[in-house]
């Protein structure tokens, strides 16, 4: 399902509101039957030390009926493969708000692709991603090739764009 | 190198002037840059100790990184004290540390044992942190591993007194996360630190407290801390040191000035030694020297128009405990810590291990994480959930309850939003004088200001 005032520039599933915040849409619900609950891992990238943007995280995706697993700050990129190893989250959500969010997230997501096991598993990254303060318009295409599903940088859409994703997320008995 | 006093000394000889000491939170990686700040702070009319910060490369261990961004001339967030040479330390040092003009140097290292040496190495006798306090909020060492670097390095420091000279160590414990612990919790992590460092050695301790939500619960903090102190450090120099606040700042000036303005002001009526200040810019980049400088003399300034206490100069020895819920609370925490072990070190392991003492919105793997703090209709901080800390939610009868995303936000956000909209209301008044009701800012809540 593509999100109000899309734009597709090249891939179907890529979702866009201008440059703002991007977002692939997770998949459909096909209805609104009950089902499991889905579990998401909230953790940020080896060198961000900030964590009052990963416990708000994790208070907005429990409030939307979600379990949280919350890796907390500066989490290597070993640990963060060997969580998703061992917890099998439905979604992983990297917050960074410490200006390297950019350069580490196409880092990890390298090293994620690298894990055939987890190939499935959605991977989304927000917060205030570069030095600039700023929004960089090639940023969020960048990290979308790179594999994120989506992109919310800081600003005042992203939160709400944030919780239609996650409604949208099915567990994943249904990936 | 001339024996020099300690930063203690120094502290309680402008407590007996009846003096605010204060100090900014400076750090620069080019050494001339620095002595320049340093001189720059001893020179502001104002009573001032100076302060060399690390870079966060040097705080975390990774010297390699600090090695290299110095020899590509790359910046860095602080002075990398490890890897420039003694040598380079001591130039920059030379002719300016003196018996007037204590140094301290801050960094934030889980694992401080190579800073500890570089201080010894360069004779600087002024530091501050703690195994909890410089552990649980910044990174993922485990809590066992701080406690034993922790231990080492404060031995090592101590042995400075050998040399003639007195080691002066300051807890960060009252400054947990910076924003939204309640109160009791900060006093008693401070205290506990404390005892920590005087079972290693010490002798010349501060305690530190960092700046809430609430002027009236902040003074009965920073009296339950000196009560506590009182009871349990014992005959050593020990004074208290008052944080400027360190959560979300105003984003006007006007009302980053008058939330500093408060600090100092609060710093004085409850007969706090020394201020650490903070600067208009600080969430948004490292200040200047220039805006350090300001923000000392401002302090200064708001000091000295704040009457002091009576006895303030002599405080009465052995005063009686306060009766406060701060106080009962951090007590009853810091008694339960202690009833764990001898040792205060294993204490505090233990304390975690069991959620006697858990920080709320801590997500260090060795916190539990099962308490949480909100701000009341009084603007007051207080426990939403205690876990397993051995103080109840709230007053007498009260349940636990959950803390909302946007209760959360609201929370995180609550002193730069009442300060923003101060300054907006004091804006609108001098404009529109005429009108009896200003408008209120948007999106303003109920009017928070306590008393």
């Known amino acids: ?175 | 190198m001339n024996t020099v006093a300690g930063l203690g000394e120094f502290v309680a000889r402008a407590r007996d002037r009846g003096e605010l000491v204060v100090q900014p939170r400076m750090g620069f990686a080019d050494p001339e840059r620095m002595r320049e700040g340093l001189l720059a702070t001893r020179d502001v009319d104002a009573t001032t100790i100076g302060t060399i910060t690390l870079d966060s490369y040097t705080r975390v261990g990774d010297l390699r990184a600090a090695e290299d961004a110095l020899a590509a001339g790359e910046g860095l967030n602080g002075y990398p004290i490890v890897t420039h040479s003694p040598q380079t330390t001591d130039q920059l040092l030379s002719g300016l540390l003196s018996e007037d003009f204590p140094v301290q140097v801050r960094h934030g290292s889980a694992r401080p044992l190579d800073i500890f040496a570089a201080l010894a190495r360069s004779r600087l006798t002024a530091t501050e942190g703690g195994p909890v306090s410089y552990c649980l909020p910044y990174g993922r060492v485990p809590l066992r591993e701080s406690v034993q670097n922790w231990s080492r390095s404060c031995e090592l420091f101590a042995r400075l007194g050998d040399l003639g000279l007195r080691p002066h160590l300051e807890t960060f414990g009252g400054c947990m996360l910076g924003q939204l612990c309640p109160p009791g919790e900060l006093v008693a992590l401070s205290v506990l630190e404390a005892l920590f460092f005087r079972a290693h050695g010490l002798r010349s301790i501060s305690l530190s407290y960092a700046q809430q939500t609430h002027p009236g619960q902040d003074a009965e903090a920073l009296e339950a801390l000196r009560s506590l102190a009182g009871e349990l450090l014992g005959p050593i120099d020990w004074h208290v040191v008052l944080y400027a606040y360190m959560g979300v700042f105003p984003l006007t000036e006007s009302g980053a000035g008058a939330l500093m303005d408060d600090a100092a002001a609060l710093a004085v009526r409850t007969g706090t030694e020394r201020l650490i200040v903070k600067t208009v810019v600080e969430s948004l980049r490292i200040p200047t020297i220039a805006e350090n400088v300001r923000s000392l003399r401002a302090a200064a300034v708001a000091a000295r128009r704040t009457p002091r206490p009576i006895g303030a100069r002599r405080p009465d020895p052995a005063p009686p405990s306060p009766q406060t819920e701060v106080y009962y609370e951090a007590r009853a925490i810091v008694d339960a810590v202690l009833d764990l072990d001898e040792d205060p070190g294993n204490a505090l392991l233990k304390a975690f291990d069991r959620g006697i003492l858990d920080i709320p919105y801590c997500l260090h793997p060795d916190n539990r994480g099962r308490t949480s703090s909100y701000i009341d209709d009084s603007g007051r901080l207080r426990w939403a959930e205690t876990g397993d800390l051995p103080v109840r939610p709230c007053a007498a009868g009260q349940k636990n309850k959950t803390v909302t995303s946007s209760e959360f936000q609201e929370a995180l956000t609550y002193v730069s939003r009442k300060y923003d909209a101060q300054a907006y209301d004091t804006q609108c008044s001098a404009v529109c004088d005429t009108e009896q009701h200003p408008l209120p800012p948007p999106g303003r809540r109920t009017d928070p200001r306590g008393t």
């Open chain 1, 1 to 175: 399902m593509n999100l109000p005032g899309a734009v597709s520039p090249t891939d179907p599933d890529l979702v866009s509101t201008g440059h703002r915040a991007v977002a692939v849409s997770p998949g459909a619900e096909p209805d609104g039957s009950r089902r499991p609950r889905r579990k998401v891992l909230v953790t940020t990238v080896s060198s961000d030390a900030h964590t009052w943007n990963l416990v708000f995280l994790q208070k907005v995706i429990e409030e939307l009926g979600c379990d949280v697993v919350n890796l907390g700050p500066c989490v290597p990129d070993d640990l963060l493969v060997s969580a998703c190893l061992e917890h099998r989250p439905d979604l992983v959500v990297v917050s960074s708000v410490n200006g390297h969010g950019h350069q580490d997230g196409l880092r990890l997501i390298r090293r994620v692709s690298e894990r055939s096991e987890l190939s499935h598993l959605p991977f989304v990254i927000g917060g205030k991603l570069g030095m600039d303060g700023g929004e960089d318009e090639d940023r969020p295409a960048q990290l979308l090739r790179a594999g994120f599903r989506g992109v919310f940088e800081d600003n005042p859409a992203s939160l709400s764009l944030f919780r239609s994703f996650l409604a949208q997320l099915p567990s994943g008995s249904e990936l």
